[in-house]
């Protein structure tokens, strides 16, 4: 075990920042998995694939554009691709499976985990990609006398902002309190004539947005690999469990709970920072079982 | 019903059982000689170490290519490769897979050196030769080599010595250990840092971080470090971290802050990948470098490989090369493929390389390669970093003695 | 009258028959299908100490893969770090799979259905968290490599006999749990358990129960597994391998004794002989799964029983 040998503020206060804006894109992840896993009570494995393949096409994007461009377009375009992508994955596949029970769900998606994988395999190569921090990004701004990285305090300002817009979506727009309304009784929305198909159509393309959106984000500050997708899943699914099923502020809270805790975790006990996180999981599970925010289920 | 399911099933797997055996002939004892001699390459060909191990793989297909042109003893020598993912437990059934399936007189790999350490033990017991391509563990020579293990390649030990030796000429006092946990990152830090004080007592330690094998987001780590305030930092990354934490310590700007130490930090594989985004000011070791030095087998080796693959080669493909060449040189200086005398012909031998003349030794199996040590620097010539101030280390110089590696593998 | 089977697996020499080839196989073929086959026995029996909760007991084991890796994992420490006989440490590896499993069970068990996969998920991410980071105890990262074993079995057709014969003893252990009034309780509880408590019956305790079982034949893989390949790694532990054991369950049939036997095999075989023709083996894998999800919710094995039982109605109408 082995303690810095003086923990200073300014330390815990940067570790609590990097902690934090990683966290933003736990959120953002987590996120878009409470809502397909509310609306359609999918628990969607394949989520984390689609994580990955927005940060690969990040990488296309930027080295195909170029320079800082390269990348402002990759956040733009990239996650409207995975969002392509899961559209002809629901209308394709997804939508005769509703009827299923969850077991088979979580399954199915997990096979389509490993196809996924593959095909970024099949398409990426094997190697590992990088993606340049635009340059106003890149060094570090000096927060309390110690540097925090400035694609970090990026994040800090730019989760906010879509967790402020999602919010927003779900509760001012008309599509998005159809899907609270069909995440709590889908055959009462059926019932008034709303295309109940198509509400779960769109729920689901925002959720793998966002996704797409955290692979985007993330790729400057992580190594693009493969592998990338078996790592977020579990987070994610645990942030969303913790959180309460299908609700975007549980996941917010999962979310920041998991990611100050590894943060913390690396400064006390390195080698077992990633234990962090999950002991707190666990103490919130066996604490409130259902979640610590009111759950859709 | 349940009568009826058990029936099934069981008649369901007898017949599956039959189809799967039915469908690939059974092997028979295996071919006598005069047939090609297979060489199985278990190595990670997903995620960050490929920039090496295609290297590997490519020079020792073009140093075969080359030595097939001849023959060798009438014959000519395959290889067929599996990819482990880095992971231990596949690079282990992929050697069993060579080994029990395809027959495979030698195997070769891998870049892990956990993975390494497995295959070993495996070699050890099937009494096939395993030739080490770029697995940097000491132990794999020293501690747990045997009769049946090669490496073609620089060890911990020897980098260790290199390491220690040049940071006790530097004035810092204050040092911070990071790297990867596992078997290959803990022995270069241990090595490092062992002769470092033996040199240099008044060293201190102020911590450690050891981060899983793989982690993605590196930052924490970095931040956490700076807080330290230390001197100067010895960075024990593998294949799979070296790229992404030269990334980040240019992202966060660490080492602008804190000068760091890596090895392998100025090989191809680890500075290439990264472009003119690399740090600059690090200083690494490495076997190879394909513009040092500028001699005319290193030129034509270059050119060979630049011709075939359009790319430049780095230190895997040294490996690659050797470990061919070593190959094909025994089989016919034994005059036959027999296990035994491949392995008895091997020991003491010597080959040609873009480096010079390398010599395995006999002794402990290893092959005494020189070390290259540089400091990382943009020039006009290429898009990608190069080492500079590169001081040569003659590989005699960094070899663990004889009676060292006695005394590690409790030999009198 | 139903046609006459032209097999009656039941017949005493069918089975007999079965054993023999089984047993003379080490004989027959290389040793490359003797690991395999070892290989699917182990699978197998993982395979089949899920469903035993799963099918059996309507629990959601997501993360049962921990307890075959605690299993490997305590009889690989063992026979590594003291020099107590291989035996007590084959002993040792079940045992302390079944604490864990009583642990995390009684933990899970107070909750239903879904939450008590993600609760056991998550203990089980800590306890592989644990092994996968504890470097100096469990060789972290790296796994533990070159474990001795004692001669008997440190040769593969030793190892084939052994995983064989141990394989076999369990499968009739569980046919016997199964068929006993433990058993019935058990299915009766994952079919209502509203009615079984109103009955008088204890869900919870027959469901750690069922747990406890389950999780000690897990242990016993995880031996089988380290007497086969004499290391463990702590993907033993992971979640993915956890779904392909369910995977395994689903594929070969969850309402069948003998179906995830065959599910295991699939998949050890899929994994295997693709794998030697392309290193994309995982995006068949899946895509395989994927079909057989999509048209055979049932399972394999179920849904030839659909099949076959429609030929039985075919029959009768004839006669």
Known sequence: MHFLPDIGLATLGIQLLVGLSRAMILFIVSAGMSLILGVLRIPNVAHGSLYMIGAFLAFSVASFFGGSTGFWLALILAPLAVALISLIAERGIFCHLYEREHLMLLLFTFSLMLVFGDLVKLTWGGAFRSVTVPSIFSGSLPVFGLPVPRYNLFLLVIGPIIAIGLWLLMSKTRIGKISRAAAVDREMVGAVGINVSWVFAIAFVIGCYLAGLGGALVAPTVNIALGMDHTIIIEAFLIVIIGGLGNMWGALCGALIFGVTQSFGVLLWPQFAIVFPYAAVIIVLLLRPSGLLKSVW | MKDKAMLKSIVLVVVMLVTVLALIPSCAAPPPLGRPIKVGIVDTYSGGPTSYTNDVRDAFKLAIDEANKKGI??????????????????????????????????????????????????????????????????????????????????????????????????????????????????????????????????????????????????????TAMLAAKPDAAIIATGAADCVPFLKAAKATGFNEKVPFFMHTATEQGTIAPLGLDAPEGVWGTSNYHFYYPDTAENKAFVKAFQDAYNRFPGAGALYGYIAANFIAKAVEKAGTMDTEKFIDALEGLKVDSPVGEVEMRAYDHQAILPIFMGVTKKVPEYNFLIATNIVTIPGKDLMPTIDEIKAARGVK | MPKKWIINLRSFWWQIAILVVLFILPFIVSSFYVYVLALIFVTALLAMSLNLVLGYGGVYQFHHAVFYGVGAYAVALMLTKTSLPAWIGFIAGPIVAAIVGLLIGWLCVRLTRLYFGMLQIALGSLVWAIVFRWYNFTGGDNGICGIPLPSLLSSLNGAYYFILIILLICLIVMYLIVNSPFGSTLQATRDNPGRCAAVGVNVRRHQLIGIIIATFFAGVAGVLFVVLERSVFPDLLFWVLSLEILIMCLLGGWFTFMGPVLGAAITVALRTFVGIYTEYWTLILGVMLMLLIFFLPQGLVGYLQEKFRRRIKVSTKRT
Not at chain 2, 84 to 91: C, G, H, I, N, V
Not at chain 2, 92 to 100: C, N
Not at chain 2, 165 to 192: C, F, M, N, R, T
Request: glycine share 8%.
């Open chain 2, 73 to 222: 003893l009438g014959t000519t020598i395959e290889f067929t490769t599996r990819d482990d993912k880095f992971k231990p437990d596949l690079a282990l059934s992929g050697a069993k897979e060579l080994v029990m399936s395809e027959k495979v007189d030698i195997l070769m790999g891998t870049i892990n050196s956990a993975s390494a350490l497995a295959v070993s033990d495996y070699a050890k017991t099937e009494k096939i030769p395993f030739i080490d391509t770029f697995a940097k563990d000491e132990t794999i020579t020293g501690k747990l080599g045997h009769r049946y293990v090669f490496s073609v390649t620089e060890n911990t030990a020897m980098a260790g010595k290199a390491i220690g030796a040049y940071l006790a000429k530097q004035p810092y006092v204050k040092y911070w250990i990071a790297g990867d946990d596992y078997a290959y990152g803990h022995a270069i830090a241990d090595a490092s840092w062992r002769n470092l004080t033996s040199l240099k007592p008044a060293v201190q330690l102020l911590g450690q971080s050891w981060w899983k094998v793989g982690e993605p987001d590196l930052t924490p780590y970095i």
